[in-house]
């Protein structure tokens, strides 16, 4: 009886609710769709620019490299159990409100109420128990499986120590000291050649993602992490550090290239050679090495030693400058040379209050480290 006046009550006050009221609320729920819209729109508008040319937009769906392709078929696998949930759950819960709307003449009697059925109970117990096990297991097979792959002969083994903010590539095995473009042979049936990577930090957390390649994992300070990659597809894959690492954690960019094993091989020679000498750049050399630019890079064959910053010995075989701030160019170089703040704003390379005939000197020395 007394739910029964209850609902008069309700009903009473609905009817009486004037439309002045509801008006608000109406234009909050009104309100809040456009700010929702306006913010997907703001979010699809900044992230289309950031990626620049849109040939190279990185499709995390479309994976071309062994660890990414597992972790694809695991996500696909947890996507359609977690789909079908979804689907089954929803579905019935549209049918219930369509099945069980109210309707004239139902004020007075309620539902048949279901207490302590066992079957049900169970089945609602054991069935979510079995799913989570079922992709507990399927994920830590993978986790293990890509975490302790081991290195087959004739892996690429190659450090990546990130810095604030570009990152620096050694093949300690190769004698190779580059920045921001890791080079690695491509594999086929034929010959598999993965390449190894040992992740360090020289300051900050700094975290190495090429989506299409694998998943990410984090540079630590202290710790050296391990990850591998197997590309089978010759091309360039663009990365970035996904870990905030400071102001220019944005510009933190990062290259792999994949190139077919001859092509690699022959990169790796050219490499491996000291810095290439020019007469015709002796003016430029003695203003490099007269400054102190030689505290922070290094030229292999010279006195230039410096480790703060990237090495130098084959800048202009690079495609970007300052760790993808910019494509590597004449016009590029100078402007980074002349005042790097103005390129990358808080960058550790400081302007060096050179004239711009030195600047041209200093530029035209750089281009002939080929
Ligand atoms: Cu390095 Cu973010």
Known sequence: MIRHSKREENSLNRAATPARTQAPVKRLRCRALLSF?????????????????????????????????????LSMLVLTICATIFLIVAGLLVYAIVRFRHRPGDEASEPP??????????????????????????????????????????????????????WEIRYPELGIVTANELHVPASDGNRRQPTFLNLESADVAHSFWVPQLAGKTDLIPNRENRMWI?????????????????MQHARMLLRVIVQPPAEFEQWVKEQQQSAFEDASATEGRKIFFANSCVSCHAIRGTSAQGT?????????????????AAPLSHDS????????????????????????????????????LK
């Open 333 to 368: 170089l100078r402007a980074w040379v002349h005042d790097p703040q103005q390129l990358k704003v808080g960058c550790l390379m400081p302007n060096m209050q050179i004239t711009d005939k030195e600047v041209d000197q200093i530029v035209t020395y750089l281009e002939t």
């Open 230 to 246: 197997e590309p089978t597809q010759p091309g360039t894959y663009l990365g970035n550090c996904a870990e905030y690492c400071g």
């Open 113 to 166: 109420q279901i207490y302590g059925s066992n079957q049900i109970e169970t089945a609602w117990t054991v069935l979510p128990i079995l799913i989570v096990f079922v992709l507990i297991l399927v994920t830590s097979r993978t986790i293990a499986d890509i975490q302790d792959r081991k290195a087959p002969p004739g892996a690429i083994h190659s450090t990546v120590v990130g810095h604030q903010w570009w």
């Open 37 to 73: 819209a306006a913010l997907v729109f703001i979010v699809a508008g900044h992230v289309h620019p950031a990626f620049g040319n849109p040939a190279q937009v990185t499709n995390l769906l479309q994976p071309l490299s062994q660890p990414a392709q597992e972790i694809k078929e």
């Open 308 to 324: 703060f910053g990237p090495d130098l010995t084959h800048l202009m075989s690079r495609q970007t400058l300052a760790s993808g």
